[in-house]
């Protein structure tokens, strides 16, 4: 790739700035100074040092987040914070992305990554990738809500949803439960206790398929995800 591109993607700045980086004489390759942006390089098979620095780059970025309440999940926007305002500039110059999202008053395990394909695995509904959520609900939830979820629940709009897993953790008049699902509709899980008469007081996302969220990450916090936990995903 070109050396350019390499500084740029590993966080050294824009195409410009990366530039004029390169005119001042601190980058080199292989231990010889190179001010050539054109320049091709292999980052597994050269070293790239700038200002004493080694280049340390990586041509995917796999992300976990625990994220907080009041932040929306997307790339950008005018309004609200992002899940990528959370992110050090180290990675957001990767141009990472969410892996689906989770409602603005969601909290809890989301995914940051570069790669569209990986994406796309966790996210095509032919994969039935699981999702577990841990909720409080206004409402005491029964054993014929377990067996509706089970069945499948109607939604607002006709749609009958995939069978679902519901466990009773604590049943009160503020109840605590635990739900699996292989979807993701708009407002899924809130819309499934709904149509049950009852509401979503807090939601918070506890795993995706056999990755379950690191809880020694507060609120706003991320990783690196594993060599071990994206082979979870394989």
């Known amino acids: 790739m070109r050396l350019d591109k390499l500084l740029a993607d590993a966080g050294y700045g824009s195409r410009k700035e990366v ?5 001042s004489g601190v ?5 010889k100074v190179n001010k050539d942006p054109k320049t091709q390089v292999d980052p597994s098979a050269e070293e790239v040092i ?8 990586q041509s995917e970025v796999y992300l976990m987040l625990n994220k907080p309440k009041g932040v929306i999940s997307a790339t950008e926007d005018s309004m609200h914070r992002t899940v990528i305002d959370l992110i050090d500039e180290k990675w957001a110059s990767y141009s990472v992305f969410p892996v689906g999202r989770l409602d603005k008053d969601t909290e809890g395990l989301l995914l940051l990554t570069t790669d569209g394909s990986f994406s796309h695995r966790l996210m095509s509904p032919r994969r039935h990738v699981s999702k577990i959520y841990q909720a409080k609900i206004d409402g005491m939830v029964t054993d014929e809500d377990i067996e509706a979820f089970r069945v499948g629940v109607e939604l607002d709009d006709g749609y009958v949803t995939k069978p679902a897993v519901l466990t009773i953790l604590e049943s009160n008049e503020i109840s605590n439960i635990e739900l699996t699902i292989t979807e993701g509709k708009f407002h899924q899980v ?5 149509a049950r008469g009852k509401t979503v007081l807090a939601l918070k996302r506890r795993a ?9 990450l ?6 690196e995800l594993t060599e071990e936990e994206l082979a979870l995903f394989e």
């Open 19 to 23: 530039k004029k980086l390169l005119k």
């Open 27 to 31: 980058v080199s390759i292989n231990q």
């Open 50 to 57: 700038v200002a004493g620095e080694v280049v340390h780059y």
């Open 190 to 194: 809130k819309r499934m206790f709904k």
């Open 208 to 216: 995706i398929g056999k990755l379950d969220l690191d809880e020694s």
């Open 218 to 223: 507060a609120p706003g916090e991320y990783r």
